[in-house]
């Protein structure tokens, strides 16, 4: 199956499980990453696999005119649910109905990892660019799927099982508090996706792999809702939904 009709067949799993506030590490690092890593609302903002909304809707509460696209119909019907506006688009990445040069913004918040051709969906992002436009990226950091803890305990160390280079496919299912979503997608090291960047005529403005903001009241809500969270990779989680994401700002050459 393509990892675009997984996304389908999820589809009623992942809204439950997105739309539950505090479920997972998004409402940890949403704010941050909204606030460090992408621009002040500028003429149109692209998100580029919207699912059902969730960074969409936080990018119109700041003030973005954003167009959305998505490759699963039942996701951009939960979108609508909760926006009627005509921002939502069914959509290939590799063919986005957009014109050339014709943005000054875009981001994939949680996306490259999701789509078969993931070279072919950033080149596709930077035909719709301008000149000089940002590319905002948050990817679940790689090395989560290179490896895992060794048993149980506190100090178990975290070991990579496989090798963490090259293009791999990942599958996990996971429960968490009654919803059930199999997470489908592709692998990728860190230089892959800069690899993918600079051929499509992006320059790398700023890299950062940030850790939970322990002060913040949706950090609180979380971490009470999971219980402890260890000191493992920089101060996250053990629960592999307490995933340390990996930021990117690019600019368009």
Do not use: K
Request: hydrophobic share 40%.
């Amino acid at each position: 199956m393509d990892n675009r009709r997984s996304w389908e067949v999820e589809a009623e799993n992942w809204v439950r499980w997105a739309r539950a506030p505090g479920h997972d590490a998004y409402w940890c690092y949403r704010d941050a990453f909204f606030d460090r890593i992408v621009p002040r609302p500028g003429r149109a903002t692209l998100e580029v696999g919207c699912g059902e909304g969730r960074v969409t809707r936080d990018l119109v509460a700041r003030g973005h005119r954003v167009l959305s696209v998505d490759g699963s119909m039942t996701l951009l019907r939960h979108a609508v649910d909760l926006d009627t506006s005509r921002r939502y688009v069914l959509s290939d990445a590799l063919s986005l109905p957009i014109a050339t040069a014709s943005l000054d913004q875009a981001v994939a918040y949680n996306s490259l990892m999701d789509f078969d051709d993931m070279p072919g969906a950033v080149a596709e992002v930077g035909r719709v660019l301008e000149a000089g436009s940002s590319f905002c990226i948050c990817i679940t950091h790689p090395i989560l799927d290179a490896g895992g803890f060794d048993g149980d305990g506190d100090d178990a160390p975290y070991l990579l099982r496989g090798n963490y280079f090259g293009t791999r496919p990942f599958e996990d299912t996971v429960m968490r508090r009654g919803i059930t979503m199999r997470f489908r997608g592709w692998s990728h090291a860190l230089q892959d996706y800069f690899s993918a960047l600079s051929a499509s005529g992006f320059v790398v403005d700023c890299l950062q792999e940030p850790v939970p903001a322990e002060e913040s009241a949706d950090y609180r809500l979380y971490a009470s809702e999971w219980g402890e969270v260890d000191r493992i990779l920089g101060g996250f989680g053990r629960d592999s939904q307490v995933t340390p994401p990996a930021w990117s700002s690019t600019r368009r050459r």
